[in-house]
C-alpha cells in the first residue's frame, strides 16, 4: 500500500468513527431533552463530518507521514555521515602513519624514530643501536642509485627479521639505521645487536638479475638513562659507531662503561660480488 492510500484509508476510518459518534449523539441526546431528530437533522449528522473531519484527517494523517519521511531521511543522513566520518578518520590515519614512514625501507623516517623512541622507553631506559652500512657509496658508484636503493631495502629487511617486535626501527637517513630496544636486559641487547649484524652479512644481497653483494654493517650501542636525553644517546652511539668502522667495520661497539660480556664479532668483510652460477 502507498503513503497516499494509508493516508486516504485512515482519515475513511476517521471520518466513519466520527459519523458514528455523531449518530449516537442525535439519536440519544436529541430526544432525551426533547427534542425531534428530522430529516435534516440527520443528513446534518451525516454531512458535517464528511465535510470536517475527513479533511481535517488526512491533512493530520498527511502531516504524520511527512513527518516520518523527515525522521527516516534525516536518520539515514545521520548514518551516511557518520561512515563518511570514519572512512575520513581511517584515511587521515593511514595518509599521517604513511607520513611517519621512510618511502624507500617502510620503517620509521628520523623524526618518526625519535618520537616512538621517546614513547617506547621504559623506565630503565633500554638501549640505542646505531648501524650504518660499509662501503655504501661503492655500490652507488658502481651499479647506480637503483642498485642501492633495492640494497637499502634488503638490509632494511633483514634488520626488521632479525629485531624483536618491542623495537623501534628506523631509517634515519642515507645508509644508517637506528634500533631501540625499550626492554632488553645488557645481554640481550647484545645478543641482538650480533644477529642484526650477522643477518646482514649472512648471505649476498640481489641488486638486480645477475649481481649480488655481500655487504656488512657497523654499528654503536650504548645504554638509555632513564632520564637522559635520547639526542645525546645517539650521539654516543653514532661515535661508538665510527669506532667499529676504523677498527675494520662489520662489528658492533657497545659502551664500556655498561658493556656485557658481548658474543664474538666478526672480522672485517670487504665488499664482495657474487656471481650466480
Request: aromatic share 6%; net charge negative; glycine share 8%.
Amino acid at each position: 500500500m502507498t503513503p497516499g492510500s494509508a493516508i486516504l484509508l485512515k482519515s475513511a476510518i476517521a471520518t466513519v468513527l466520527s459519523i458514528a459518534a455523531s449518530l449516537a449523539v442525535v439519536s440519544t441526546i436529541v430526544p432525551a431533552i426533547g427534542g425531534v431528530v428530522d430529516g435534516n437533522a440527520w443528513l446534518m449528522t451525516v454531512l458535517c463530518p464528511l465535510m470536517v473531519a475527513w479533511p481535517a484527517s488526512a491533512w493530520q494523517f498527511w502531516q504524520a507521514e511527512r513527518l516520518r519521511r523527515a525522521r527516516d531521511e534525516l536518520a539515514s543522513l545521520h548514518g551516511r555521515l557518520a561512515e563518511a566520518h570514519g572512512a575520513l578518520e581511517e584515511a587521515h590515519g593511514a595518509l599521517t602513519e604513511t607520513a611517519r614512514r621512510d618511502e624507500l625501507t617502510g620503517l620509521f623516517g628520523r623524526r618518526a624514530f625519535f618520537e616512538a623512541a621517546e614513547a617506547r622507553r621504559t623506565a630503565g631506559g633500554g638501549w640505542l643501536m646505531v648501524l650504518d652500512v660499509d662501503r655504501f657509496k661503492a655500490i652507488n658508484d658502481r651499479f647506480g642509485h637503483a642498485a642501492g636503493d633495492l640494497a637499502l631495502r634488503q638490509v632494511a629487511g633483514r634488520i626488521a627479521d632479525a629485531a624483536p617486535a618491542d623495537a623501534a626501527l628506523g631509517r634515519i637517513g642515507g645508509e644508517e639505521f637506528a634500533i631501540l630496544l625499550p626492554a632488553a636486559d645488557e645481554d640481550e641487547a647484545a645478543r641482538v645487536a650480533e644477529a642484526v649484524r650477522a643477518a646482514v652479512a649472512a648471505e649476498p644481497l640481489r641488486v638486480d638479475d645477475a649481481v649480488g653483494l655481500t655487504l656488512t654493517v657497523s654499528a654503536g650501542m650504548v645504554r638509555l638513562d632513564a632520564d637522559g636525553a635520547l639526542k645525546d644517546a645517539f650521539k654516543a652511539a653514532d661515535d661508538l659507531l665510527y669506532e667499529a668502522k676504523r677498527a675494520g667495520r662489520d662489528m658492533v661497539r657497545i659502551d664500556e662503561r655498561a658493556a656485557p660480556t658481548a658474543p664474538p664479532l666478526a672480522p672485517e668483510a670487504p665488499l664482495a660480488q657474487e656471481e650466480p652460477a
